[in-house]
């Protein structure tokens, strides 16, 4: 129990070697778009940034297991992985996605994400509760 409001869902965590995820944008990538990657998302990795994807693709595993099934059942494009202005990521659930955080009593899912050049790694947590506002400040 976080305060007396707010209590946790779920945590889900993902690790991805960068390598897999640039190999399958060389061989996929317009496929992708769209089907695993939105275009918000995409853009992030213009200039061959495929580390911020992979982080993008972690958070996704990462957000899907805090909501307690893992990805199936879920569209990749239904967890997008967004930027507030100061660079801080978030999670907007889409479909699917939000039918299940809604299920589950989620009101929000907050994430973290970091990379190297080789792997990326993301860490998930589902919220539940009346006091998220004080949360997101």
Not at 26 to 54: C, N, P, Q, S
Not at 90 to 113: D, H, T
């Amino acid at each position: 129990m976080i305060g007396s409001q707010l209590h946790i869902i779920g945590i889900g965590v993902d690790i991805i070697e960068v390598g897999r995820i640039r190999e399958l944008m060389e061989r996929k990538g317009a496929r992708l778009r769209g089907r695993v990657f939105t275009d918000i998302e995409m853009d992030a990795a213009e200039g061959g940034h495929y580390e911020k994807l992979a982080g993008r693709f972690a958070a996704k595993e990462a957000v899907s297991k805090a909501l307690g099934q893992g990805i199936s059942g879920i569209g990749w494009n239904e967890i997008e992985i967004l930027n507030e202005p100061s660079g801080k990521p978030y999670v907007r659930l889409l479909g699917r996605a939000e039918e299940l955080a809604r299920a589950r009593g989620a009101k929000a899912v907050f994430i973290s994400m970091s990379h190297t050049d080789t792997l990326a790694i993301a860490f998930a947590v589902a919220v539940g509760g009346e006091n998220l506002e004080s949360c997101n400040s």
